[in-house]
């Protein structure tokens, strides 16, 4: 196991160096060094004319420095960024993550591109959705803590003992008064900083932005075949909702995974039997890159998804009324091999090269 122990300080637009090393005492592996490269930390995560005066753009900065930070787990074994990964569009690409003692969360860690379309708003702090496959949190801000203190992802079970934890590591002073005008480290202030940097996480780059919203260029013929399969013939819109500029999604639906369910989803939240079964229905933003799909992560591929809706929905006891025939049994698509090429070709267009590149979205500390 890694930790980081920082040794020197060194200026914040430049780097920091700390070092790494194994906690083994029989190891004679030379120690390695860890530098914080924050050279790009003037990068531009909001438009300004959005917050016009603010240091939204800074608070971001440090956001990111948290989220890659591995000291917010119990044992410094994981970070947020050990569940969601830059190169696949900010999920993991395994059913079920490893927590920081590498036992395996229970649902699969979904993606957190566009997870709010913050640029609709005018306070990243204000924003509210429901969040998390069963929609049990209602703010950003309160969202991205719930990982720190659960029992199997990062283990800290006293939230309010983090603040002294991270204020011995050097480099917070001078980013938390970057970001908030004094070096003090809070809860608040974390999950701020936090909360902040997720919502600068939004995908506009992808072909399908480029050809539907922006119209700077045209799809291909079979992109546009899979669009009009998507929006017409199998109205897959009508719950993936494209073409509104956020990708705000907040419907639950059951789509027949399992004639039972032994995972309830949001009727753990609602205690409503109606909801037994159903889970938040994803935006679709980069979905060709965050296999494996659905809550358990039982789909490797996207095939396996448009597959299951083909013909192996099941007749469950909360299928959700889109997904059934006017003889109100379970439907079958039957979508040939044609349109599934189809409408994986338009299901690629969603996928977002550029921040799955992007430097300001990148991992700061740097091995030497």
């Known amino acids: 196991m890694k ?22 005492k029989s190891s004679t592996e030379p120690q390695k060094e860890v530098y914080l490269d924050l050279s790009d930390s003037n990068a531009v995560y909001f438009p300004q004319y959005v917050y016009n005066g603010s240091k939204v753009n800074k608070t971001a900065v440090l956001g990111r420095v948290l989220f890659y930070d591995r000291h917010l787990s119990i044992n410094n074994a994981v970070a947020c960024a050990s569940c969601h990964k830059q190169a696949y569009a900010f999920a993991d690409n395994v059913a079920f993550s490893n927590g920081f003692e590498n036992r395996k969360t229970g649902r699969n860690s979904s993606h957190i591109t566009n997870i709010i379309g913050v640029r609709s708003f005018s306070s990243v702090t204000n924003i509210s959705a429901l969040l998390f496959w069963d ?3 209602t703010s950003l801000v309160d969202m991205v803590t719930k990982p720190i203190g659960n029992h199997v992802e990062m283990g800290v079970a006293d939230i309010n003992s983090l603040p002294e934890k991270l204020s011995k590591l050097p480099y917070y002073q001078e980013l938390f008064k970057s970001a908030y005008g004094s070096g003090d480290v809070t809860v608040e202030r974390i999950a701020n900083a936090l909360g902040t940097f997720l919502a600068a996480i939004n995908s506009d780059s992808t072909r399908f932005d480029k050809a539907k919203v922006y119209r700077t260029m045209q799809y291909s013929a079979l992109e546009e075949e899979g669009w009009m399969l998507f929006n017409v013939k199998y109205n897959c819109a009508s719950c993936h909702h494209l ?15 399992d004639d039972s369910c032994s995972d309830i989803g949001r009727a753990a939240i609602s205690l409503l039997a109606s909801d037994n079964g159903k889970f938040k229905t994803p935006n679709l933003k980069n979905v060709a890159v965050t296999a494996p799909y659905m809550h358990d992560g039982r789909f490797k591929t996207l095939k396996d998804v448009l597959n299951h809706y083909s013909n192996g929905i099941k007749d469950s006891k909360n299928l959700s009324i889109k997904l059934k025939g006017t003889d109100n049994k379970p439907m079958k698509m039957k979508i040939s091999e044609e349109e599934t090429d189809a409408l994986i070709a338009f299901l690629n267009s969603l ?3 550029n921040l799955m590149t992007d430097a300001k979205f990148s991992d700061p500390f740097k091995l030497k």
């Open 351 to 353: 996928t977002d090269y």
């Open 135 to 137: 929609g049990r949190q």
């Open 3 to 24: 930790k980081l122990i920082l040794l020197v300080s060194i200026s914040l637009l430049s780097g920091i160096s700390i070092t790494s090393c194994k906690k083994d």
């Open 243 to 257: 073409g509104t500029g956020t990708y705000f999604q907040n419907g639950f639906e059951d789509i027949g995974l």
